[in-house]
């Protein structure tokens, strides 16, 4: 998928309400060698900036008769939410402070966010009780928009130092979960690890690294993840730069099962969202290579207005998916032609949303 930056949420639209759960956990400076503080730059966090590239395995195929399932199924599993591009901001949109804010739990860097700041903080001793390095603490998803079902927060401040930094670690298990009336329930574990992690004085993050596991983690009705994904974002003079790379992410998303080995990187410059997926995904088992031909553009509030994907086989039969507005484009050139051969436009991004 990917709301990152993100990449981003599977629905291309930011949430309106608790309604879409994901994406998308996230609350000092962070030396080197690990240890936390506060204030400063963001040396501790370096956002990759090679670009990913994987080979599209022997028996992938893409062909006339085909492409238009084939890019179908790779735009439900990568730019329709579940775990795919969530355009909004990782770190410019601050730290909810309680489950009725704002989270879509389909994407990693929301739900990231949301978890960092849902984490309980070990209570400083007092007396003679000691600081705790463990704090658990089960809560109600229940709103006041209604809702339903509990998740328990286990934090681990493994310096013991009462601040969010390298090392330590926030488990979250959803039990029928729901933030409103009519949302769909959440189930299962998301573990997120501290590699980095920059605060500034009011222990909001300026820059984060952090490693998220996903254990039958999954939305009713809309789809699962199990895997392991990676998440780095910092603040820039205009906005903010992130990555979040799966590898070998296992992606459940209606009648989709994929397997994520991608990379989507994102930049936030005001309103304008910019961002690239490079990598490979699996598609009835068989892997097809990924490569931004031009980035995908649109405001934080909207779809991919404009940018092109290349989905590519093993023979170099190729599919591009262009973002026009509020319909993207396929277009199929086989290898060795100079044009497409066939095409399918004005395809509405609506259709493949999760509902």
Not at 149 to 163: M, R, Y
Not at 307 to 332: E, K, N, Q
Request: charged share 15%; net charge negative.
């Amino acid at each position: 998928m990917l709301h990152t930056t993100h990449m981003t949420n599977l629905n291309l639209r930011p949430m309106k309400h608790a309604r879409s759960l994901l994406v998308p956990l996230v609350a000092a400076l962070v030396a080197g060698c690990g240890g936390g503080g506060g204030g400063g730059s963001s040396s501790a966090v370096q956002v990759p900036t090679a670009v990913r590239s994987l080979p599209a395995s022997a028996g992938s195929d893409v062909n006339e008769a085909g492409f238009v399932a084939t890019g179908s199924a790779v735009v439900r599993s990568l730019l329709s939410g579940f775990g795919g591009t969530a355009f909004e901001q990782t770190l410019s949109a601050g730290r909810a402070a309680a489950p009725a804010a704002v989270v879509d739990l389909r994407r990693p860097a929301s739900l990231a966010r949301w978890a960092l700041a849902q984490a309980p903080r070990p209570g400083t001793a007092t007396g003679r009780e000691p600081a705790q390095a463990v704090a658990q603490e089960t809560r109600s998803c229940v709103t006041a928009a209604g809702g339903a079902g509990s998740f328990t927060v286990i934090a681990n401040d493994a310096d013991n130092n009462q601040l969010l930094s390298r090392g330590d670690t926030i488990s979250i298990t959803f039990s029928a979960c729901a933030f409103a009336s009519g949302d769909p329930l959440a189930n299962g574990d998301v573990t997120i690890g501290v590699n980095a992690i920059e605060l500034d004085a009011n222990e909001a993050p300026t820059a984060l690294d952090l490693a998220l596991t996903f254990e039958a983690f999954s939305i009713e009705g809309q789809g699962s993840l199990s895997g392991g994904a990676r998440l780095w974002a910092v603040s820039t003079g205009s906005g903010e730069h992130s990555l979040l790379r799966y590898t070998n992410l296992r992606a459940t998303i209606g009648v989709d099962v994929t397997t994520l080995n991608i990379d989507l990187d994102q930049r936030l410059a005001g309103s304008l969202v910019s961002t690239a997926v490079n990598g490979a995904v699996t598609l009835s088992g068989q892997a097809y290579k990924l490569v931004q031909a031009t980035p995908f553009t649109s405001t934080v509030t909207g779809r991919p207005e404009t940018g092109t994907l290349g989905v590519s086989d093993a023979a170099g039969d190729r599919l591009d998916l262009t973002a026009r507005g509020s319909v993207v484009d396929f277009d199929f050139t086989p290898f060795g032609s100079a044009a497409p051969t066939a095409f399918q436009h004005g395809l509405p991004w609506s259709s493949f949303e999760a509902p």
